[in-house]
């Protein structure tokens, strides 16, 4: 391996333990929390290091939401695969409930941190990721409104609806409250309320 060659990864590697150790304070302290200083003394390394890879920590808020993201896409395989558009949007709330339930620290900081947008306000021509996803929902949704004929819908408020409906049913799991429901049968009570939502809007 040349000069240039372990440089890189070098640079890479430091770069990962910077995203690892931001990601520890995050779930450990809430984005409040999050500063270069902590970081850098997790890391052992000075401040001074960590703002030659990040301008400020909302750039680091930023990758993490990208890293999150490209990781919940590996759920998507099947989904984007599927042709049939309810089918689809099946596809995408099971696969999204799946990723929420294996990944619990990746999905409380995409989605349940506290003020997680704010970095957003400075990126927002940039959030590729986060809007790709919801981009992909909505247009899903339209393709499923046009199939079906389903008047007075609107395809991003629909796309809001079944977001925040796999939203709650992920919080609900994480925080043992389906417990209070039904004991020891989390999975059987979100396939059936999935379903459930699926008949409800589109009848099928």
């Known amino acids: 391996m040349g000069t240039t060659e372990r440089k890189e990864r070098e640079k890479a590697e430091l770069k990962e333990q910077i995203l690892t150790a931001a990601k520890k304070i995050l779930l450990r302290e809430g984005q409040e929390g999050l500063s270069i200083r902590k970081i850098a003394a997790d890391i052992e390394y000075s401040p001074a290091t960590i703002y030659l890879y990040f301008k400020d920590r909302d750039a680091i808020m930023y990758e993490l939401m990208e890293?999150?993201?490209?990781?919940?896409?590996?759920?998507?395989?099947?989904?984007?695969?599927?042709?049939?558009?309810?089918?689809?949007?099946?596809?995408?709330?099971?696969?999204?409930?799946?990723?929420?339930?294996?990944?619990?620290?990746?999905?409380?900081?995409?989605?349940?941190?506290d003020k997680p947008m704010k970095h957003i306000e400075k990126c927002m021509e940039d959030w590729d990721e986060g809007m790709a996803m919801f981009n992909f929902l909505c247009?899903?949704?339209?393709?499923?409104?046009?199939?079906?004929?389903?008047?007075?819908q609107n395809e991003r408020i629909l796309a809001l609806h079944l977001w925040s409906s796999v939203h709650g049913l992920v919080n609900l799991a994480q925080t043992e409250r389906l417990e209070i429901v039904e004991r020891h049968n989390n999975a059987s009570l979100i396939a059936q309320t999935l379903d459930s939502m699926m008949q409800c809007i589109f009848k099928i």
């Not at 247009?139 to 007075?152: N, S, V, W």
């Open 67 to 113: 890293m999150g993201f490209m990781l919940m896409n590996r759920y998507m395989v099947s989904a984007f695969a599927e042709q049939d558009p309810v089918r689809r949007i099946h596809e995408i709330g099971r696969s999204y409930i799946h990723f929420g339930l294996e990944n619990k620290d990746w999905y409380d900081l995409m989605f349940n941190s």
């Open 139 to 152: 247009m899903t949704c339209k393709e499923a409104i046009d199939k079906l004929q389903l008047k007075g």
